[in-house]
Every structure is written in C-alpha cells, then in structure tokens.
C-alpha cells in the first residue's frame, strides 16, 4: 500500500522485478487502480482483507490506501513498505498533475481554462481550496499512515501519533523520495527477499519548481501536521541506515 504522488513506484517495481529475474524466484504483482477510495466502509474493508489474504505467495501488492490492520480481522498483516515525498514538493507534484498530467478514472476534475491557468502561488496566497489550512490535501501524509480509523479523518495530533505508531510497529521500511537509491539500499539488507540486485537507483528530488516568495513558508505552515510525520519518518530512516551501515 502506497502513499499518492510519490513518483516513483514504477522504479521500485522495475527494482522488484530485477530481483525476480537475478533470483529465479518470480513474485504476482497486482496494482489496483481504484484511487478514489481509500478509506473502506467495514464491509468493503473485510472484503479488501480477505481478499489479499487470499493472495498466492509470494506476491507484491500495490494501492492507494489508508493503512489497515489485519490483525484486527484475523489475518496476517503482510510486509508494508512504502515511500513518501517532501510535503510541499508532493503537493506542487498533485496540483499541477491535476492540471495536465494523465488522469484516470475517477481522478479527472473538470476545471475551466482559467482555473487551470492558475498557477500555485496563485492558489496559496488566495487560499483555495486545493491549498486552503484546513483543506483534505493538508494531511494527506497523515492520513495514509493512520489508517482506517474516524480519528484519522480529520487533522489532529491525535492522528500524527496513530500514524508514527503504525511506522514505528508495521512497517519494514518507509523511505523517502529525496534518497531514492539510499531506499533500495536499505530494501537490499532489510528485504533482501524482493530486491537481492545491487541497487544504484538515482536520488529523485521532483522536476516542479519549489515557489519562491511567501508561499513556501505559507504552505508548509498549512501541512504542519504531515511535516510532523515526514520529519519522523526522515529521522527514522536516518536512523535506519545509520544502524545497517550504509552512506548515500
């Protein structure tokens, strides 16, 4: 299960599969492209988890979904990995692709010519929707990793602290964007299972220009609750490496 407009899932999968032809062992692969739901009514939610659950072994599942805990079902919680991105960054990423990047299914918003010649300063310094304090894109990062839950739903630190509990519990490796080839390093040592290949993946950083002026400091005060869990997980992976020995 993944976080949203990371960037970079199709080199890990690339990576994946690398693996799979050095080792002989050969993993199924599925991607579910149902973007729009990633909080599940309970019934949904029970059919998600057994259906994984049903999965031939070994297999790499991939979807845009809040955590869920399959303990709390009966089932064994699989191998959750994921890689997130600079909050600002990612969310410069989502706005413009928005605009003019590939939309699928239910993602495509219509927009006016107008609205879509906004730029995103444009949508920071007058507080639109998509860049709004207390809009539903200004703790997306939070979101993912609390889960399921009603205390998920809305910003809080009760939810900053359900989501690092479920890194710091489940979660084998959370990478970030920024050091893509230190992430594949680490999944060499820690999953050695998936990616045995030696790993010179290049670092990412994003090709959308970092706005000048205000807005920066202005939006990054708005996603104060995701840098909470951004900053934690850097920390975490710092912390990660530093204990398995590897330097970028």
């Known amino acids: 299960m993944k976080s949203a407009a990371t960037g970079s899932v199709p080199l890990l999968v690339i990576s994946f599969f690398a ?3 050095t080792t002989g062992v050969y993993y199924n692969y599925y991607r579910d492209k149902e973007y729009g739901m990633k ?9 998600f988890v057994q259906m994984v659950d049903k999965l031939p072994r070994p297999s790499i ?7 869920v805990d399959f303990q709390t079902f009966g089932k064994q919680q699989p191998t959750y990995i994921n890689l997130v991105r600079d909050p600002l960054e990612r969310r ?10 590939r939309i699928e299914g239910n993602q495509k918003e219509k927009r006016t010519e107008e609205e879509r010649a906004q730029t995103f300063d444009d949508c920071v310094l007058n507080n639109m929707w998509e860049c709004d304090e207390f809009g ?11 889960g399921q839950e009603s205390i998920c739903m809305e910003p809080s630190q009760m939810a900053v602290e359900r989501a690092k509990e479920n890194i710091r ?3 084998a490796v959370v990478g970030v964007l920024e050091e893509f080839s230190s992430f594949l390093k ?16 290049t670092s990412e950083d994003g090709n959308k220009d970092t706005p000048f002026g205000e807005e920066p400091r202005i939006m990054r005060q708005r996603l104060h609750v995701d840098y909470q869990v951004y900053d934690f997980i850097k920390e975490r992976f710092h912390m990660q490496k530093t ?5 970028d």
Do not use: N
Request: charged residues 20%; glycine residues 8%.
């Open 186 to 201: 680490v999944l060499e040592v820690v999953m050695p299972q998936f990616l045995p290949v030696k790993a010179d993946g």
């Open 39 to 47: 909080a599940l009514p309970e019934k949904l939610l029970r059919q």
């Open 136 to 146: 539903p894109k200004t703790f997306t990062m939070t979101q993912f990793f609390c």
């Open 61 to 67: 599942y991939e979807k845009h979904i809040y955590y």
């Open 169 to 171: 519990r489940h979660y």
């Open 92 to 101: 410069i990423s989502g706005y413009y692709y928005m605009r003019f990047g």
């Open 19 to 21: 693996g799979m032809w």
């Open 243 to 247: 204990q398995l020995g590897i330097k």
